[in-house]
């Protein structure tokens, strides 16, 4: 493993340009992807909310992902040491932790739907397509409670495995297999959803922008997603920029992740919405089905196939891969934390992640069945972590790291930090959006996100 010494302690790396770029891929190529983004762009106007995503990421987006990473590499800390680097104040720590915990409270929850995608994936293997396609099936399951839990256990156990393997041996092992897994079972998936009858007019709904669909909800809910498919304000980019050896070129790997991000993005709508159109027609409401849209919608796009039990196992298969992936990311964000801030060796680091991911995971799996009396602003106890890190401390995060980097660091001084390895060729555009632009997203964001939850207005 390589190492770079940092006030008299080992750090681990990535091996180089491509470990770091398939780690950040893999992060940034999740459930975010795979389970949301069709979502809202059916929901959201499809071609209209895809532009508009499109836009906001390789402008808002590239500046916080560059933002994220230089201050990594720079401090070679994960999100508390690189704020405190700059300043001991309150001020400083608040911002760190802030970054640091969101990836703490994703985890556990983004590890219970993982483990639904497991379950769904192990009874297509056994060919219970029809089962999966029954009106109570998932609402049953998540209602079981233990078995929930059991599934939430597994998958959170093939987590911790990877992170007790380490940085390149584990998480750059395991991104180099399961990407380009990824990749071609999504192209697969893709082609068998866009050459069944009817969904043509999927395809051309989810690509061919029409204003008539655009809202000002299209934007607030593009730039949501932008922080949850490219994993901005997590934790990520601080800690996997640490990893990274000056070398390599972070403007270049910004890009090349966009790319990937975006195209399984674009994959995840093409596998989806057009299935959604064959089976239902382009009915707005089965389009608008949110959130259930995969583990309802889709088991009974492929019971009305007549290779549904083979699409299922490619596609919850691809889920499972991409979940891992984001997942390990996540957990790795936390292991840092705790290995700079406590001075714990990874292997105890990865006990105490693995203890976090248990308690709160064990109550988000369980809070549909056995703790389902518990309710947080009318939300169970899944959906209040969800509203709760994406919601509101994420916006607040990125907000810190704009104020770190515009107010404290200096733009110059990214910039120098990016140009030692980059050519920085939007650099021009970096400046305006981190400087303006970007501080007025991230409050319409935060301020539409509350607004919402409290019924003000509807997403």
Known sequence: MNENKNSGKSRSSFSGKLGYVLAVAGSAVGLGNIWRFPYLAAKYGGGIFL??????????????????????????????????????????????????????????????????????????????????????????????????????LFFSLM????????????????????????????????????????????????????LDNFSWMTVV?????????LSIAMGILYTYGSYMKKEVDIEASTTQVEIFDTAIAMLAGLMIIPAVFAFSGGDPDTLKAGPSLMFITIPKVFASMGFGTGAGILFFLLVLLAALTSAISLAESGVSTFEDQLGFSRRKSTVLMGVIIFLF?????????VLDFVSVLEMTILDFFDFLTNSLMMPIAALATCLLVTRVVGLDKIAKEVEQSSSFKRKRMYCLFMKYLAPICIVIILLSSIANVFGWISM
């Open 51 to 152: 532009l508009v995503y499109l836009i906001l990421m390789l402008t808002f987006g590239y500046a916080l992902i560059v933002s994220e990473t230089a201050l990594g590499r720079m401090t070679k800390r994960s999100p508390v040491g690189a704020f405190q680097t700059f300043g001991k104040s309150a001020s400083f720590r608040l911002g760190g932790w802030i970054n640091a915990v969101i990836p703490m409270l994703i985890v556990p929850y983004y590890s219970v739907i993982g483990g639904w995608v497991t379950k769904y994936l192990f009874e297509y293997v056994q060919g219970k397509t029809a089962v999966l396609a029954e009106d109570n099936y998932f609402t049953s399951f998540i209602a079981e409670g233990f078995g929930a839990e059991l599934w939430f």
């Open 159 to 210: 987590v911790v495995v990877v992170l007790f393997a380490g940085v390149k041996h584990g998480i750059e092992r395991v991104s180099k297999v399961m990407m380009p897994m990824l990749v071609i079972l999504a192209v697969i998936v893709a082609i068998y959803s866009m050459t069944r009858p009817g969904a043509w007019e999927g395809v051309k709904y989810f690509l061919i922008p029409n």
């Open 221 to 229: 809910a593009a730039m949501g997603q932008m922080f949850y498919s």
């Open 361 to 369: 995971g064990s109550a988000s799996a369980l809070g549909f069945g």
